[in-house]
């Protein structure tokens, strides 16, 4: 079983930046993808940015340019930073992970098996 828990949401005027971090209660982590997902009041869970084993990145095309996702596997940790943001960046952001591809990221949701409480992130103009 992995435990992953979230850290570094608040509320930040638009432009501002925020760096959420993941920490992730085993090493095998370092084996999946990991992504960071988001959901805003009354909207589906979006992808917002994937990582596979090689570091190979994906982001949904809103927040390309502005958002990057990283890991460390020495620390177990995921992180993503975000610059430039934007009220409609305003949701609640969580981490995942994907045990069963091989390491390999595919975009829905429903294909992640462990997932975070979330954190709070809020952009004001």
């Known amino acids: 079983q992995v435990q992953l828990v979230e850290s570094g949401g608040g509320s930040v005027q638009v432009g501002g930046s925020l760096r959420l971090s993941c920490a992730a209660s085993?090493?095998?982590?370092?084996?999946?993808?990991m992504a960071w997902f988001r959901q805003a009041p009354g909207k589906e869970r979006e992808t917002v940015a994937t990582?596979?084993?090689?570091?190979?990145?994906n982001y949904t095309d809103n927040v390309k340019g502005r958002f990057t996702i990283s890991r460390d596997n020495a620390k177990n940790n995921l992180y993503l930073q975000m610059n430039s943001l934007k009220p409609e960046d305003t949701a609640m952001y969580y981490c995942?992970?994907?045990?069963?591809?091989?390491?390999?990221?595919?975009?829905?949701?429903?294909?992640?098996?462990?997932w975070g409480q979330g954190t709070q992130v809020t952009v004001s103009s």
């Open positions: 995942a992970a994907d045990s069963v591809r091989g390491g390999y990221c595919y975009l829905s949701p429903t294909l992640f098996q462990y």
């Open positions: 085993t090493s095998t982590v370092s084996q999946y993808c």
């Open positions: 990582i596979d084993v090689y570091d190979t990145t």
